[in-house]
């Protein structure tokens, strides 16, 4: 089966860093449009990047453009998100996962989504 699993989060400092990482299996990793996404207690689920598997440009939702990097290892099946200067906002469960019906980012709609990690839970303290 087609599994995601993410890492990495935990308690941080307004201000400070983190580094998340996901690790895929069970598909080819480099064929599909991949997307950080993030859930705030009491919010919708909202897109934070996409990283397109046509050209690899990584899209970024404006609300962290600046702040994140994504890094992405096909071989491996592997993508990082490196998290600066955090802000409370950011504080959210954040998932990794692949749209296996695009190879290029377009809106990052939860429904085109077909697998999903578990998440890993980021709390920036202020």
């Known amino acids: 089966e087609v599994r995601f699993v993410e890492s990495g989060g935990g308690l941080v400092q307004a201000g400070g860093s983190l580094r998340l990482s996901c690790a895929a299996s069970g598909l080819t990793f480099g064929d599909y449009a991949i997307g950080w996404f993030r859930q705030a207690p009491g919010k919708e689920r909202e897109g934070v990047l996409c990283?397109?598997?046509?050209?690899?440009?990584?899209d970024y939702a404006d609300s962290v453009k600046g702040r994140f990097t994504a890094t992405k290892n096909n071989a491996k099946k592997t993508v990082d998100l490196q998290m600066n200067s955090l802000k409370p906002e950011d504080t959210a469960v954040y998932y990794c996962?692949?749209?296996?019906?695009?190879?290029?980012?377009?809106?990052?709609?939860?429904?085109?989504?077909?697998?999903w990690g578990q998440g890993t839970q980021v709390t920036v303290s202020s």
């Open positions: 996962a692949a749209n296996t019906m695009r190879r290029r980012c377009d809106a990052m709609r939860v429904y085109e989504y077909d697998y």
């Open positions: 990283i397109s598997a046509s050209d690899g440009r990584t």
